[in-house]
């Protein structure tokens, strides 16, 4: 197959948002474990930039989760190159629909379901939820080409609702429209991609970072990249592992 360098024994993976925060630490990680790492980005001159740091590993990729031509467009290069994909991580992930960062107490204030803006909603669900689908429909061919095929998508704790009803939750008061139950739509996404693949023995998880300091949160969170990292890097390299789970820093954690 055309520009294929690297030997085709080598797992193959596809991180999108990976040139920064989260999605760039785990495809640090899969490069470091013998992954070739296909580098997501919006813009490929970050992508580029994440890659070379990354080392020889590393490809960067342009992919944009809310652009259908974007999305065939790095799956037919993939498919070019490898003829198939192992392991999709949908890491790709906004937290509002602004282009200023923005601090929880800000997104809080205009995300409320009693004055959310439904733009607002639109615009976030496009990525961190249709986004998701589209990029996991477009793959699903490679991935079935794969003899150990991984999703994983990157949720969050906010997205629980059984976590987030629970009177004594500290994060209640984080719960809105626009982010949080983006992730909580994301988690029932998650679970209809694995109990339809199952019967193909692709494994599709979600797992949460934690609370992060990363662009999404205006780097309020209070655990490291690398910390944020370890759970999402732990389910993403694991080829034997269950399918349907949500888990967290700690441990599984409830839908």
Not at 64 to 71: C, H, L, N, R, Y
């Amino acid at each position: 197959m055309e520009n294929q360098t690297i030997s085709s024994t080598q797992p193959i993976a596809l991180v999108t948002g990976a040139n920064q925060g989260v999605g760039n630490e785990i495809a640090k990680a899969l490069a470091a474990n013998g992954y070739v790492v296909y580098v997501g980005s919006r813009k490929i001159e970050n992508g580029e930039k994440a890659a070379a740091a990354i080392g020889e590993n590393a490809k960067a990729i342009q992919i944009d989760v809310t652009q259908q031509e974007s999305i065939s467009a790095a799956v037919e290069r993939i498919g070019n190159e490898y003829g198939r994909l192992d392991l999709l991580v949908n890491n790709a992930g906004i937290s509002h629909g602004g282009t200023s960062p923005k601090g929880p107490e800000e997104l809080m204030a205009t995300g409320r379901a009693v004055n959310v803006s439904l733009d607002e909603v639109r615009t976030v669900w496009e990525t961190n939820v249709f986004g998701v689908i589209a990029v996991t429909q477009a793959a699903l061919p490679l991935l079935r080409k794969s003899s150990a095929a991984r999703i994983v998508n990157v949720s969050s704790g906010l997205g629980s609702l059984t976590w987030i009803s629970d009177p004594d939750c500290w994060a209640r008061e984080h719960f809105g429209i626009v982010y949080a139950a983006s992730k909580t739509a994301l988690n029932a996404v998650t679970l209809a991609f694995a109990l339809e693949l199952e019967k193909e023995n692709i494994k599709v998880n979600a797992t949460s970072p934690g609370y992060t300091a990363t662009a999404l949160n205006n780097f309020h969170g209070t655990d490291s990249l690398e910390v944020g990292s370890r759970e999402p890097v732990r389910v993403a390299l694991e080829t034997d592992g269950p399918t349907g789970g949500f888990t967290g820093p700690e441990g599984p954690l409830p839908w």
